[in-house]
């Protein structure tokens, strides 16, 4: 497309295709951002109205997830909308979080950039107060979680006619609602979140458009465009998910998504039948009115006329209010007859529960089904041992696919462009953009396991006689989940293991070995102490600053000036001999 296409193109208002992908978005986004349904107040105005698309969501509660009864008043109508709760918001966060810690603990992947400048960028806090990862760990996992068909563009902050210096780049997250035309035809059309502009973006360029008041049309804001990245490449790639038959992503979530709104209707029912039907009431004996003796009606005095020639009339009783029978109050004292003393004058009658006990467990069974699609049920302390680890291989499969798509497609294609945005080279003449090789290792593994389930594998690592280099590298995954914010810890604990090849032998299996000399038994017990001294003494900094033949040569120094024990004394003499 041209530039004069594309602004008629934009000017037709034509309805974007994206009515499958919005669905998409609105489903899920409706539990994992915690909507609540517009409703009327006793006093005026409208509760929860100023969400974003509260509009598309309010049709979803009217006409699906909190449709009408037909027999249900605009009364009971409104007030179902009113006890409305995000329940299902947190099992979506929980496994929302739990992903994140999975994938993005430090020491699961290596980015390293060989141009220090573009490295020392990408780990700034450069990119909406985070650095690159930070992004995608506190923002961008969740809208993908949320939002599959919508789309992350890398674009500079600024159009090239202000931009000095170095490049600043924005990883633009567009929600699909906001999508015009999508990058698959070969330019990507766009609205900025708050419909102010629109952006075209093709292999080359990007063009950034903004509405002309007087008429209403968009138009060019600058005839220099926005920026000419030419790249060869869209910019951008959908955020993404699982990819349906029908050419469109779902949610890695989506499965929850069905019970989750089968849990909303269900809870909405609860609330109503605990409402009408689980309230005690009370039966009464009859107790006529001694004022009106029963007949509802007294004789007041009233003016004289046609109807009341003898100035009186009959009204109701200010006694009983006309019912004929009065109310039994605290401490009043009424009279009945001999036969009817041994009856009850007040009753309490409980209603049959039965319903609302099967609507509770219906829905608290729904609730464990969503904790099912999502995972969760594993982190369940009631389990047996063979259900968990069923559950743990799922968990792990699960976070394995996202991560994937999270490394190989957007974090990798994400930093390809920074780079290619940040460096430029000269073709015949013509200034391009640069492009180089980098370390990048995304995660291999994630410690879903609790720290005590590793240190009983370890054990049983142990009483197995498996090969050391597998005890070795359990070791290393209890101590990345155990201590996985603890920096000094870490390094300590991989100095370990590459300067003491029998550390992960106990004590009485040591005591069986003929090959090992006391001295490196001695050093084995010791190194832990001495880091422990090393970190009193020089402080944490030296240990995180420092690299490991430094740490070493320290070790040693210190080690030398310990006293050798008498073992290893005779150790030595046995080999004089």
């Not at 968990?395 to 497609?409: A, E, M, R, T, V």
């Not at 690299?547 to 004089?576: C, H, L, M, R, W």
């Amino acid at each position: 497309m041209n530039l004069s296409e594309v602004l008629t193109f934009i000017n037709e208002n034509k309805t974007p295709d994206t009515q499958k992908e919005v669905g998409v978005f609105l489903s899920i986004s409706l539990h994992t951002k915690g909507v609540r349904p517009k409703f009327k107040p006793e006093d005026g105005g409208e509760m929860f109205g100023n969400q974003d698309f509260i509009e598309d969501y309010q049709q979803l509660f009217d006409s699906y997830l909190l449709a009408r009864h037909p027999r249900e008043d605009k009364k009971t109508r409104n007030w179902r909308l009113s006890q409305y709760k995000p329940f299902t918001r947190d099992p979506f966060l929980q496994i929302t979080d739990i992903i994140k810690g999975a994938i993005f603990q430090d020491g699961q992947y290596t980015i390293q950039l060989p141009n220090k400048n573009d490295d020392q960028y990408i780990w700034s806090k450069s990119f909406e107060s985070f650095d690159v990862i930070g992004l995608f760990s506190n923002k961008i996992l969740s809208l993908m979680l949320e939002d599959p068909n919508g789309y992350l563009v890398r674009m500079p902050s600024k159009p090239s006619y202000e931009t000095e210096g170095e490049v600043e780049i924005t990883l633009h997250y567009v929600c699909i609602k906001d999508v015009i035309q999508k990058p698959s035809t070969g330019d990507f059309i766009f609205y900025s979140k708050d419909r102010k502009f629109i952006y075209w973006v093709n292999s080359n360029v990007i063009i950034r458009f903004v509405k002309e008041e007087k008429t209403g049309k968009w138009k060019l804001e600058n005839e220099n465009g926005y920026y000419a990245h030419l790249l060869g490449r869209i910019p951008a790639d959908i955020l993404g998910g699982r990819y349906e038959t029908d050419g469109f992503y779902s949610s890695f979530l989506n499965k929850a998504v069905p019970i989750a709104d089968e849990y909303v209707s269900n809870y909405s029912a609860k609330q109503m039948i605990d409402k009408e039907a689980s309230h005690p009431y009370i039966q009464q004996m009859n107790i006529e009115c001694h004022e009106c003796d029963g007949t509802g009606k007294t004789q007041v005095s009233c003016p004289i006329d046609e109807l009341h020639p003898h100035g009186y009339k009959l009204d109701h009783c200010p006694k009983c209010k006309g019912k004929k029978y009065i109310s039994i109050n605290p401490a009043d004292r009424f009279e009945v007859s001999k036969d009817d003393m041994d009856k009850p004058a007040i009753r309490i009658i409980n209603p049959d529960v039965t319903l609302n006990t099967y609507h509770k467990e219906n829905t608290d069974d729904l609730f464990q089904k969503i904790l099912d699609a999502l995972h969760l049920t594993m982190i369940r302390e009631a389990q047996s041992g063979s259900a968990k680890a069923i559950d743990q291989e799922k968990l792990y499969q699960f976070i394995s696919g996202i991560s994937n798509h999270i490394f190989d497609n957007l974090i990798y294609n994400s930093i390809k462009d920074i780079i290619g945005y940040r460096n430029v080279r000269v073709s015949n003449g013509f200034t391009l953009p640069a492009d180089y090789e980098f370390t990048f290792v995304k995660p291999q593994q994630f410690n879903i396991k609790t720290a005590m389930d590793l240190l009983n594998e370890i054990n049983e690592t142990q009483t197995a006689s498996l090969p050391l280099f597998i005890r070795r590298k359990m070791i290393g995954e209890f101590v990345d989940k155990r201590f996985s914010s603890d920096d000094v810890m870490q390094k300590k604990s991989k100095f370990i293991s590459l300067n003491d090849p029998i550390f992960a032998y106990s004590t009485a299996e040591l005591a069986q070995m003929q090959t090992v000399s006391s001295e490196q038994i001695q050093y084995s017990q010791m190194l832990p102490m001495i880091l422990d001294e090393i970190e009193n003494e020089m402080g944490q900094k030296y240990i995180l600053d420092n690299n490991f033949d430094e740490i070493k040569a320290k070790v040693d120094q210190i080690f030398s000036t310990k006293p050798v024990s008498n073992s290893i004394k005779k150790d030595k003499e046995a080999g004089i001999q």
